[in-house]
């Protein structure tokens, strides 16, 4: 029972954190990091070595998984701008020009139709 006093007695009473100076355990600074970066280059290595012949197998056995892999490799959203510069207005006096050097004038006028009653 001692030994659960002695672990309350060294954390804040209200926020149960460790109180500064506890010698314990716990990772040393910089570990994860080390850990990190080793198994990035393993993995690497790996990759460098069997990547291709990983991706193929998979495909080959199990399209459902390397599918899920692919898409957990994209964005989930992407903006898109289509926007290049072209504006209506521009397009319709292009093509007007384009009618006016060519002599293919549209007629002025709607030819008239005769309306044709149904009811």
């Avoid at 970066?37 to 390397?66: H, M, N, S, T, Y």
């Avoid at 964005?75 to 510069?85: E, F, H, R, Y």
């Amino acid at each position: 029972m001692s030994n659960i006093d002695a672990v309350e007695i060294e954390r804040d009473q209200r926020t149960g954190r460790f109180l500064t100076g506890n010698s314990g355990g716990g990772r040393k600074p910089g570990a994860r990091a080390k850990f990190s970066e080793r198994f990035v280059a393993d993995l690497a290595k790996l990759w460098d070595e069997q990547g291709e012949d990983i991706l193929l197998r998979l495909a080959r056995d199990d399209p459902a998984a390397l599918l899920k892999v692919l898409a957990s490799l994209m964005p989930k959203t992407i903006d898109l701008n289509a926007n290049v510069g072209i504006d209506a207005r521009n397009v319709l006096d292009a093509f007007r020009s384009a009618v006016g050097l060519l002599g293919n004038e549209p007629p002025k006028v709607l030819p008239k139709v005769k309306v044709i009653d149904v009811a």
